[in-house]
């Protein structure tokens, strides 16, 4: 079976992709990244950001919510295991940039492994540590 298989069968990968959202308005961020490169096999949630164009849609879906890190307003579905915002942690991380500069793998965006990698050095918090060093390893 191959990462893309595999991956496409993630029963949140299939969430996201019955919202038939379009792939140019948002990229996934936090640890799905590792997921979709077949650097770990499990992740208990998808953090997606989102153009303002889309957000307009995605503000109907779901239960609203705010960010853990940014206390910004966030949408969720799939019982808070998909979380849409339209941003990434702080103004330094810019939407649009995230989503052109973010990888295609089976018709979704993923944040680049060199932004996830920035990403959880700058919070270095215990859970991120081993993505940490799997990035590095991997040559992130």
């Known amino acids: ?40 096999g499990e992740v208990r949630d998808l953090d997606i950001v989102v153009r303002d164009s889309l957000w307009c849609q995605i503000s109907s879906y779901g239960k609203a919510a705010r960010g853990e890190i940014t206390g910004d307003p966030v949408r969720t579905v799939c019982d808070g ?15 649009d940039d995230l ?8 018709g979704i965006r993923f944040a680049s492994l060199s932004d996830v990698l920035a990403y959880k050095r700058s919070l270095n918090r215990p859970k991120d540590r081993q993505d940490i060093a799997t990035l590095i390893m991997h040559g992130s």
């Open 99 to 106: 989503i052109e500069r973010a990888d295609l793998i089976a």
């Open 1 to 40: 079976m191959t990462v893309t298989t595999t991956l496409l069968e993630h029963c949140l990968i299939r969430s996201l992709r019955e919202l038939h959202l379009p792939p140019d308005d948002y990229v996934v961020f936090g640890s799905a990244p590792l997921l979709a490169h077949g650097l770990c």
């Open 81 to 95: 295991r998909i979380q849409f915002s339209q941003r990434w942690v702080s103004a330094d991380w810019d939407t």
